[in-house]
Nanobody, 119 residues
Framework: QVQLVESGGGLVQAGGSLNLSCVASGSIFGINTMGWYRQAPGNQRELVARITSTGSADYADSVEGRFTVSRDNAKNTVYLQMMTLEPEDTAVYYC?????????????WGQGTHITVSS
């Protein structure tokens, strides 16, 4: 089992910045992918950004160039630096960890943290 605890988030004006962090604990394997998804009211959960344990990252088109995902493998922590936030970024942001376990790929999710961007 893996537990994910997010921190950061809150209310920010459009054009502002916020940082999220997520610490993973438990049975974490060396090869994994961590990242962030979000879900706005009435929408499906969507990928924001993710990064592999070797540092390869990819982003949703809507956040490319504004958000940066990074990780500290020694601390089992993933970060999301968000800049030039837009009202459309308002959502619940979920931390994610996926890893290959004995029975296949297993996904873990944090509880979610709210981000509201006011116009």
């Amino acid at each position: 089992q893996v537990q994910l605890v997010e921190s950061g988030g809150g209310l920010v004006q459009a054009g502002g910045s916020l940082n999220l962090s997520c610490v993973a604990s438990g049975s974490i394997f060396g090869i994994n992918t961590m990242g962030w998804y979000r879900q706005a009211p009435g929408n499906q959960r969507e990928l924001v950004a993710r990064i592999t344990s070797t540092g390869s990252a990819d982003y949703a088109d809507s956040v490319e160039g504004r958000f940066t995902v990074s990780r500290d493998n020694a601390k089992n922590t993933v970060y999301l630096q968000m800049m030039t936030l837009e009202p459309e970024d308002t959502a619940v942001y979920y931390c994610y960890l996926g890893q290959l376990e004995r029975n296949g790929v297993r996904e873990y999710w944090g509880q979610g943290t709210h981000i509201t961007v006011s116009s």
